[in-house]
């Protein structure tokens, strides 16, 4: 269906063009351009939505030659929130790293166990000593970015997960951490996953006998 619609678009925008380019400048003129530039804005929107589209249903490949063919990500303050943890905690990683990092931040938000909006997950603790979930929080250092394609990335990542893409990377995942570092805390939980340069983890499940 997204696929028609996006024929129909480009075919009148591309009717609209000849027009321009075949009448003789008349009153008409400034109409035709409207539409040009109408039908131009309804293909990209299609363009955009037929993409979100396919990485919600689950056809994502994680490349950054994937990740390049998406439209340039915008929204509110949960995608901000997001957008900002995946730069500082992720952007040198893999996409499919970084898509397991938002996995865990929104893995999160679903338990009842914390905050549940993205960036009351991100921001729980910050300011209390040792209380802070995400180090980049509270690390005494101000969060500037600097790298503006690495945050053009995450935040297309961030869009996506927040759309509604599938969380299957991690298998559950609610903590994770680099893999140069072995922290105590780990030893309690079981490791889910590790994707790029960290390992993934959740809850241990306890039974009845343990």
């Known amino acids: 269906m997204i696929q028609r619609y ?16 075949s009448l003789a400048e008349s009153p008409s003129d400034q109409l035709l351009r409207q ?49 900002e943890a995946l730069y500082f905690e992720a952007r040198g990683e893999s996409v499919k790293g970084q898509f397991a990092v938002a996995e865990v931040i929104l893995n999160r938000v679903a338990s009842t166990r ?9 921001n729980q603790g910050t300011g ?22 690495a945050y053009a990335r995450v935040g297309k990542v ?15 995942a609610m903590f994770y951490h680099t893999v140069n570092v072995n922290p105590k805390w780990a030893r309690v939980f079981t490791r889910t996953a590790t994707i790029g340069v960290h390992h993934f983890y959740r809850r241990s499940t306890r039974t009845a006998s343990n």
């Open 128 to 149: 209390r000593k040792f209380a802070c979930q995400f180090t980049y929080t509270c690390d005494g250092r101000a969060e500037v970015i600097n790298e503006a394609a």
């Open 6 to 21: 996006l024929f129909s678009a480009f075919f009148w925008l591309a009717v609209s063009v000849m027009l321009t380019h």
């Open 35 to 83: 539409e040009q530039k109408g039908l131009g804005r309804v293909a990209s929107k299609l363009i955009e939505q037929s993409l979100s589209a396919s990485a919600v249903s689950g056809s994502i490949t994680y490349s950054r030659e994937w990740l390049s063919a998406h439209p340039v990500a915008r929204g509110g303050a949960q995608w901000a929130c997001l957008s």
């Open 114 to 122: 914390y905050p549940n909006s993205v960036c009351g997950v991100i």
């Open 158 to 172: 961030a869009k996506m997960m927040l759309d509604g893409a599938p969380r299957n990377l991690t298998k559950g």
